[in-house]
């Protein structure tokens, strides 16, 4: 911290906050108004598009909490946590524990196979996976044939029962990779003398992994599980690409309700506001894991 | 140091650049309407498939040709993108002067009651577009001026298109096992049975993208109700209900469709294209959709296909989904009303019959009798039974124009009676409340 005072002889204060005023610039004018906009229009009832609005005060809120497909998409969401943050963590807890310290050949191709789904944008994720599970051609059923499994096999995005747990694993398989990468790089960081003398000690491999490895990690668990979770809360792209909330609700997320309102149905001010609630509810819990993680940022130096 | 201050600048002159793209573009020049002399018309359309594509860009050349100093602006746009973009274009005084407005309370009933589409009434008699469609296709097309009555009132919009929701059927399985195309529907359902009896799909159909299940449920649900009901009920006038003993009747037949296997495997999670391509490919034997298929049923195949009417109930006559396509709207705001008046009528002139059906798409408007479009095939086939529903006044509707959110409440109601979630009362029943909850609030 001594050294961010430190300033060359006649260069100003004010010159480090340029360099922030463009990304500042951008995110005000392209973030922030958007934002306060959208804030606005949730006391309002309008199309998106005629001259004049009508302002309801806080009828969209009233409204909302009445709404069962908004309690629906809520629900859905809910679950989406466990498939978006809970599993990916878990598996990336695994791999990057199984992998480290080992010199597999190769290593670093599977670690880049395995961070790729992160990269592909969700729609291309989503076409592939509506082939995957497509009940007729796609290879989940063929393979399931193959090996004599056909009572087995189901019309995935199709059914009531399999739909939401198979848009979920699809979720789950983009982001465990991010969290390996994570823990990959977070594991280098904790002193190998802390395994070495647990090791001594007659730690077994499962108590090294649970008392070093996951506590060491804490910060960038902290992390894996506030962006991933952002992530299965603004869900949209991928319902848009698999199953349209369908079958009925099973798979109605908030993303994709506010699309239906206030794009579909010309509810602009109804789409608003559960933006602005789903907005609320992101910045709710993510204060929460902060909390409960403690202060990542202290817990890693 | 240098490096920083030449990123500084770099992003200084993005930020330049985007802020550039967002203000508006130069102002159209301010000739007066009606002079021809350097007129630019912007059209924003739909048509963005290959062949849909080569003919309006045939039109919009010809009609530069006829209109010297004219010239045709156009933008086509994935229908999806054109219903996000077009409203809010409308309102804008450098808008697209022309442009295709969906049909329903949600597209052009929301814009005009913004008030931003030009009536064109005044031009039906000007153009005589009284002899190019009958008044049940205007009314598709209409508004009162407040949007909140459908199918009365003004007209707003010019149809190029048509199409009709019926049975296509594939020649060499229907030939390869005797069969012929039925006349009643207890034949049909009949022939259903045997198709599944020889092991072959009867139906391919899915449910996975929602829409489709309206057309499959309305296809049998018009056959069981009077044009007047379907009139009434789409047009949310005289009270109609949706909670009727026909309905539920519709929906019960088509749950005991799919309780008999009569649709592909794993129906509900196979896609609207994806159903299409098995037909296609020859695994099933018919598939119920939408005449636009017919181009893509033409080309790219061994398949013979065939298309015809879901026939109605013996002793009862046909009726089946139908209408015209997208109509083309003139904003309200646009410099050049009536050269864009010129080019709606262009757009519905017997040319543009000829190529639309050479294209193999159903023309709203008659061929022209000189026609020499090649009429002995599947294309034939859906020109024969837009004809014969035509004739019979016989033509129905997309019922999910009826309520902004009527779309939503069948797609998910239809996909829970199908999953076994709830009969047909309560499929009708949780219809009828979104319909109600509408006709209440209007």
Not at chain 2, 369 to 380: E, I
């Amino acid at each position: 911290m001594k050294t961010a005072n430190h300033r060359y002889p006649g260069e100003s204060k004010f010159k480090g906050w340029l360099y922030l005023l463009p990304a500042f610039l951008i995110y005000f004018f392209f973030t922030f108004i958007p934002i306060l906009e959208t804030f606005r229009s949730s006391f309002y009832d309008w199309n998106g598009f005629s001259a004049e609005r009508t302002f309801i005060g806080i009828q969209n809120y009233v409204d909302l909490f009445s709404d069962p497909l908004f309690l629906k998409a809520i629900s859905n969401n809910l679950v989406f946590i466990i498939f978006y943050s809970i599993i990916p963590i878990l598996i990336g807890l695994f791999l990057s524990a199984i992998l480290t310290g080992t010199d597999l050949p190769g290593f670093s191709f599977f670690r880049t196979v395995f961070f790729l789904p992160q990269v592909i944008s969700m729609v291309v994720v989503g076409v592939l996976w509506r082939w995957m599970f497509n009940p007729v051609s796609g290879p989940i059923n063929q393979v399931l044939s193959l090996v004599g499994l056909d009572s087995w096999r189901q019309a995935w995005l199709g059914s009531f029962e399999f739909a939401l747990p198979a848009v979920g694993s699809i979720g789950s398989w983009v982001q465990y990779g991010f969290c390996m990468v994570l823990f990959l790089a977070g594991i280098q960081r904790i002193p190998t003398e802390q395994y070495e003398a647990a090791e001594l000690d007659g730690a077994n491999a499962l108590n090294r992994f649970i008392y070093i490895t996951v506590p060491g990690l804490r910060a960038e668990i902290g992390v894996a599980m506030i962006t991933t979770m952002i992530s299965a809360l603004r869900v949209f792209d991928l319902i848009y690409a698999t199953t349209k909330g369908g079958p009925g609700e099973t798979t109605l997320v908030t993303g994709f309700l506010i699309y239906r309102s206030a794009i579909l149905n010309n509810r602009i001010g109804y789409g608003a506001t559960i933006a602005t609630v789903l907005t609320v509810i992101i910045l709710l819990l993510s204060f929460l894991i902060r909390r409960f993680m403690g202060n990542s940022e202290e817990a890693s130096t | 140091m240098k490096k920083f201050r030449n990123s500084l600048i770099i992003m200084l002159t993005m930020l330049l650049v985007l802020s550039a793209c967002s203000s508006p573009a130069t102002p159209p020049t301010d000739d007066p309407a009606g002079q021809t002399s350097d007129v630019k018309l912007v059209v924003w359309d739909q048509f963005y498939r290959e062949e849909e594509s080569k003919v309006i860009d045939t039109l919009n050349a010809e009609f530069e040709a006829a209109h010297p100093g004219v010239t045709i602006e156009r933008d086509s746009k994935v229908l999806d993108d054109l219903q996000m973009t077009v409203k809010l274009a409308l309102g804008e005084s450098d808008g697209p002067d022309v442009a295709q407005v969906n049909q329903g309370r949600s597209d052009m009933g929301a814009l005009v009651e913004a008030g931003l589409l030009l009536p064109l009434d005044d031009y039906i008699e000007q153009f005589g577009w009284s002899n190019v469609f009958s008044t049940s296709v205007a009314s598709r097309n209409s508004f009162t001026p407040d949007g909140k009555t459908f199918g009365q009132g003004s007209l707003y919009g010019v149809s190029p298109t048509a199409e009709v929701v019926g049975v296509f059927f594939n020649k060499g399985i229907f030939e390869a096992n005797g069969w012929s195309v039925p006349t009643t529907f207890e034949d049909f359902e009949a022939l259903l049975a045997e198709i599944k009896a020889a092991g072959i799909t009867p139906i391919s159909f899915g449910t996975l993208d929602g829409w489709n299940a309206i057309h499959e449920f309305s296809s049998i649900q018009h056959l069981l109700v009077s044009p007047d009901y379907i009139n009434n009920f789409t047009y949310g006038v005289n009270n109609a209900s949706f909670n009727t003993e026909e309905n539920q009747k519709a929906a019960e037949t088509l749950l005991n469709w799919a309780k008999a296997g009569y649709f592909s495997e794993g129906y509900p999670g196979i896609g609207y294209d994806d159903s299409n391509n098995l037909f296609k490919a020859g695994q099933g034997a018919m598939t119920i959709t939408g005449s636009w298929l017919a181009p893509e049923l033409m080309t790219g195949t061994d398949q013979e296909f065939g298309f015809f009417l879901l026939p109605g109930y013996s002793g009862k006559a046909t009726m089946a989904i139908g209408g015209v396509g997208i109509p083309f709207a003139i904003r309200k705001s646009t410099e050049y009303p009536d050269l864009a008046a010129e080019y709606l009528d262009w757009m519905i002139s017997p040319r543009a019959a000829e190529l639309w059906a050479e294209a193999g798409m159903v023309p709203a408007m008659s061929l022209p009798a000189d026609s020499k479009v090649d009429t002995d095939n599947l294309f034939g086939d859906t020109l024969l039974a837009w004809n014969t529903l035509n004739k019979e006044n016989a033509v129905g509707h997309y019922i999910d124009w009826a309520t902004p959110t009527i779309y939503d409440t069948l797609v998910s109601e239809l996909q829970k009676m199908l999953g076994g979630l709830s009969t047909p009362a309560d499929f009708t029943a949780a219809v009828e409340v979104d319909y109600a909850k509408f006709l209440q609030e209007k």
